[in-house]
């Protein structure tokens, strides 16, 4: 059932999808702890982990109504049937979705109880006892087991094929090969030399690709064809409009150098990254749609229907908030919001980082509210000044002797000033900060302990911003509004 509709949602919408569907909806409905639980348990895995999730449920559940099929066939179909109505609903909820999109779960619940028919008969099938030339005598099981054999291997070929024969995908994967992107009016600033400290386990300054942290709540990623894609601008101001990729690109764009961060990211945690972005600043956006008096909210929509809140003063003022469409120097990828999404500094992904956006809404905090704030999580989202040891790595061994510490430290929109680092209970004393490239990167730091003694020892650090605030000590959860406390980890000298 599931691959049958799966095999033909590959002819619809990626959203038609009933395995991604449910997907979503366990997704939609998870409580933050849970979220937090699962991404500090799987981390960036978390989405393949949800799947094998569904799928060993699917077959679980598949089995059970195979062994009531023995019982009643009739019940069993009626147990496919509530099935399908449910995955309908899971896909109808979405909200890209129409009437029309719930037609593969229809198709494969068709399906399902054709195959449940087809192997009841293989069941109770008779083959002729020696002897007894063509006359049937027993049931045959080896003819049953072939059968079950071929229905597996067929679900498998047809989810195999599902992930190929997309028009839509194929559609988009063409066109953003075909891209080229137009070269920025005002480029991002050379990096200074020495932003990049050179040891063991240190990450680039400028993430790559493959490696940035990837968030986001859609189980399946958009593929989304920029000849099809346009952004709605649209609520409490006094000029509605809709702006199409090839305006966008036309556009006075821009480069700049900004880190993202994950409010999900745990004190050491990994859930950041620092890019080379290129978009169209959203300021000059709001100017055009010119927002009325009143507004402090823009709500952004994604593709899939994901909802983020930020502030209107966060996406008007100086800082280079984007709708972006390169990320170090290509399209953006697929995963991270190909063809447009938005990038703010200082605020957290939840509340400002929107992939595959198509719609924005002037308003009101009091009138709106986004995807994350109905699940717990606090409406604004300001990134919380945070340092991080990134060598030597928790539990590692060393050499006695010189030990070298290293790691990053961010505050953006404000900039890192001082990073100190303190040995076991020892006193706090000043790293070396790698040169800075602006105030909405993170910046790297360096610490030589001398004369490590052997045994087993801890290392804290703290950061302090421009303006000399240090980092809070005061310890916090991801939930609901960004973790806080110093990172300690334990390291062994040899």
């Given amino acids: 059932m599931f691959a049958v509709a799966q095999l033909a949602s590959a002819f619809f919408k990626s959203a038609s999808s009933p395995f991604f569907a449910l997907g979503s909806a366990i997704i939609d409905l998870t409580p933050p702890w849970l979220k937090d639980f699962a991404i500090a348990t799987f981390g960036t895995n978390d989405k393949l982990a949800l799947f094998i999730s569904i799928g060993v449920a699917a077959a679980v559940l598949s089995a059970l109504i195979g062994l009531l099929a023995k019982r009643s066939f009739a019940l069993a179909c009626t147990a496919i049937i509530a099935l399908a109505l449910v995955l309908a609903s899971a896909v109808a909820a979405r909200a890209s979705t129409s009437l029309l999109d719930v037609v593969p779960t229809v198709l494969g619940a068709v399906a399902g109880i054709g195959a449940l028919h087809w ?10 006892e020696p002897g007894q030339g063509t006359a049937a005598a027993g049931p045959s099981r080896r003819i049953f087991l072939r059968g079950a054999v071929l229905s597996l291997a067929a679900a498998a070929l047809a989810t195999a094929v599902s992930t190929s024969v997309s028009a839509t995908r194929n559609m988009a994967v063409a066109a953003r090969n075909a891209l080229r992107l137009p070269a920025a009016r005002t480029k991002a600033k050379a990096l200074p030399e020495g932003v990049q400290i050179e040891e063991a386990n240190m990450p680039r300054f400028v993430t790559p690709n493959q490696d940035f942290y990837r968030i ?12 099809q894609w346009s952004l709605r601008v649209h609520g409490m101001v006094e000029n509605e409009f809709t702006i199409g990729f090839d305006e966008l690109l036309g556009e006075e764009l821009v480069e700049t150098y900004l880190t993202l961060t994950c409010v999900s990211n745990p004190v050491g945690g990994d859930l950041v990254g620092n890019a080379k972005w290129l978009g169209y600043p959203l300021r000059k956006v709001l100017e055009r749609a010119v927002p009325q008096a009143g507004a402090d909210m823009v709500l952004s929509t994604s593709h899939d229907g994901f909802s983020a809140s930020t502030p209107l003063q966060a996406l008007t003022d100086d800082r280079m908030a984007l709708l972006a469409i390169g990320m170090n120097g290509e399209p953006l990828p697929f995963d991270h919001g190909f063809p447009v999404r938005m990038v703010v500094p200082g605020l957290y992904g939840y509340v ?19 995807y994350w704030t109905t699940r717990g999580w606090s409406e604004r989202g300001p990134i919380k000044m945070s340092s991080r040891i990134d060598t030597p790595r928790p539990f590692a061994e060393v050499p006695a002797g010189e030990v070298v510490l290293g790691g990053t430290a961010w505050a953006q929109t404000r900039g890192i000033s001082r990073v100190q680092v303190q040995i076991d209970d020892g006193p706090w004393e000043d790293a070396q900060l790698a040169a800075e490239a602006s105030l909405d990167t993170w910046r790297q730091w360096r610490f030589v302990w001398k004369d490590a003694a052997p045994g087993m020892h801890a290392a804290s650090v703290r950061a302090y911003d421009a303006q000399g605030k240090m980092q809070t000590r005061e310890k916090a959860n991801p939930v609901p509004n960004g973790a806080s406390g110093w990172q300690r980890l334990q390291f062994t000298v040899q």
């Fill in 119 to 128: 192997l009841a008969r293989l069941a109770t099938a008779t083959v002729p």
């Fill in 216 to 227: 986001d709540t859609a189980l399946s990623v958009p593929q989304i064809d920029p000849n």
């Fill in 352 to 370: 400002s980082a929107t992939k595959w956006v198509i719609d924005l809404e002037v308003t009101r905090f009091e009138d709106k509210a986004a």
